[in-house]
C-alpha cells in the first residue's frame, strides 16, 4: 500500500509540477512571440540551441534516462546508502568534467561549425546564431550536473524539487526577455537561459543536504557500479546522438525554407510538448523507479501492469489531446500567441506546423514509457537501433515531403517516424514482459477512439453553429469550445464504462 501511496503522490506531484512548467512555457513563448515574432532573429535563437542541447543530451541525458536511475536504485536497493552515494559522486563529477571539456571545444570551434547547422541562412544570420550558441554553450555545464541531481533525488522517490526546477528556468527567460530585450536585444534570451540552468541546478542542491548525501571527489573508474552505468551509456549516446542529429537535420532543412520557419516549427512544438509533458512525461518519470525496483527484484509481472497501467493513461489522455490540437489548432495558436510582432500570418504558419505535429502526440507518449520500460531492463540496446531508424525514415520523410508541404511536411515525417517507432517498441518490449496486456490496452484505446470522435463531433458542431462565418474565436469562446469537448469525452468514457478514469481516481485517492 506504502508503495502504491508513493507512486500516486509522485504522479501527483509531476503532474502538477509538468503543467506549471509547461504553462509557464507557453508564458515564455507568448512574450518572445510578442517581442520577436517569428523572423530572421528568432530562426537564429532557436537554431543556436542545436549544439548546446546536443552535449546535454548526449552526455547528461544518456547518463540520467537509461544508465544512472536503474543503476543507483538497484544500489539503494541491494547494496545501501554508502555505496549508493560514491556511485552518485563519481557520476555526477564525470559527468560534469566530460560537459565542461565538451563545451570548451564546441565555444572554440563554434565559428567553423555553428553556420554548417544553418547552411542556407544568409551570413549575418550565420553569424547572428554563431554568437548566440557561444553564449549559450555555458548552460549544458549546469543542465548537465542539474540533470544529475535530478536522477539521484528521482531515484530516492524525491521529485518536489525536480518539478519545480523547469519552472525557475522558465521564469528566468522570461524575465531577461521582460527586462534586458531593450538592452541586448535577441541576446537577452541567450542571458536567460544560461542564468535559467544555473537557477536550475540551485533549486534542487538543497534536496541533496536534506537526504544528507554524502559526497565525494571521485571519479570512480574501478566502480562497479559506475563501468555498469558507462556500459549502459554506451549505446545510449548513440541513440540520443540520433535524435539529435534528427532535430539538426530538421534545422539544416528549415533553413532552405522562407525565413520563420524555423521559429514556427518551435512554437508549435511548444505547444505540442504542452500535452506531452504534462501526460506523457510525468507519468512516465514518476512510474520509472518504481519499474526499476520491479525489475532488480524479477517481479516481471507487476512491471508488465505498470507498463500497461501507464500506456492506458497516457493513451488516455493524449488521444483526445492530439483530436483537439488538430481541430482547434489555428484559435489556439492566436489565443496563446497572437499578439505584438507575432501577427496572423505567423498564427497560420505556426498552426500549419501544429496540424502534423499533433499526429504524432500519442506516439511520442508511448514512447516515453516504453524506452523506460526497456531501461528498466537494462536493456539500452533496442530502443537505440530502433530510435536511430526512427531518424532515417524521418530525413527520407523529410525530402520527400517538405517540398510539397514545406515546413508542415518536416512536422510530419516526424510523426510518421514516430509513430512506427512507438508501434515497434511495444512489439518488441512485449516479448521481453509477456504481462504487457497489449488485449486490455486494445480494449482500452477502442473505448478512448470512440469518445475522442464523439467528443470531435461536438466541437465541429459548435464551431459551424456558433464560428461558422469565418470570424476569429475569442478567448472565451474557444476556451469554451476546448472546456465543452472535455466534459463530451470524460461523460462518454464513463458511459462507456472506462477503467482509466477509475484508476486515476484511485492514484489520487492512494496519494492522499
Known sequence: ?????????????????????????????????????????????????????????????????????????????????????????????????????ASIVALLAAPWIVPLTVPFFPSESQQLTTGLTVVMLVSPVFFSVSGI?????????????????????????????????????????????????????????????????????????????????GRLMAPRVLGLAAVQVNFLITTILASALPSGSLAALSYAWAVMMMPLG????????????????????????????TLTSSLRLVLFFTIPASAGLILLREPLVALLFERGLFDSFSTRATSWALLFYSVGLFAHAMIEVLTRGFYALHDTRTPVGLAAASVLVNVVLSLALMRPLGHGGLALSLSVATILEAVVLFSLLHRHVPSLGHRTLLNSLGRVCVATGLMAVAVVLMYRVGFGAGGSWPALETLAVVALGAVVFLLTTLVLGSDEAAMLKRWLLAGR
Do not use: C
Open 149 to 229: 541531481v535530478t536522477g539521484i533525488l528521482n531515484g530516492r522517490h524525491h521529485f518536489l524539487l525536480p518539478a519545480l526546477a523547469p519552472l525557475v528556468y522558465n521564469g528566468s527567460i522570461i524575465a531577461a526577455a521582460v527586462g534586458l530585450s531593450a538592452s541586448l536585444g535577441i541576446y537577452s534570451l541567450a542571458v536567460g537561459v544560461v542564468a535559467g540552468a544555473l537557477l536550475h541546478l540551485m533549486v534542487q542542491v538543497p534536496g541533496l543536504w536534506q537526504g544528507r548525501m554524502a559526497y565525494r571527489w571521485l571519479l570512480g573508474f574501478s566502480h562497479q557500479g559506475v563501468r555498469e552505468v
Open 278 to 305: 504534462v501526460f506523457g512525461m510525468s507519468i512516465s518519470t514518476a512510474v520509472f523507479p518504481t519499474m526499476a525496483e520491479q525489475a532488480a527484484v524479477e517481479s516481471y509481472d507487476n512491471l508488465g501492469r
Open 1 to 101: 500500500m506504502l508503495a502504491k501511496q508513493n507512486l500516486s503522490l509522485a504522479a501527483i506531484i509531476l503532474v502538477v509540477g509538468f503543467v506549471g512548467s509547461r504553462l509557464l512555457g507557453l508564458v515564455r513563448n507568448m512574450v518572445i512571440g510578442g517581442v520577436f515574432g517569428t523572423g530572421p532573429e528568432l530562426d537564429a535563437y532557436f537554431a543556436a540551441f542545436r549544439i548546446p542541447d546536443f552535449l546535454f543530451q548526449v552526455i547528461a541525458g544518456a547518463a540520467l534516462g537509461s544508465a544512472f536511475i536503474p543503476v543507483f536504485t538497484t544500489y539503494l536497493t541491494k547494496e545501501g546508502l554508502e555505496e549508493s552515494w560514491k556511485l552518485a559522486s563519481a557520476v555526477l563529477n564525470l559527468v560534469g568534467l566530460a560537459t565542461l571539456a
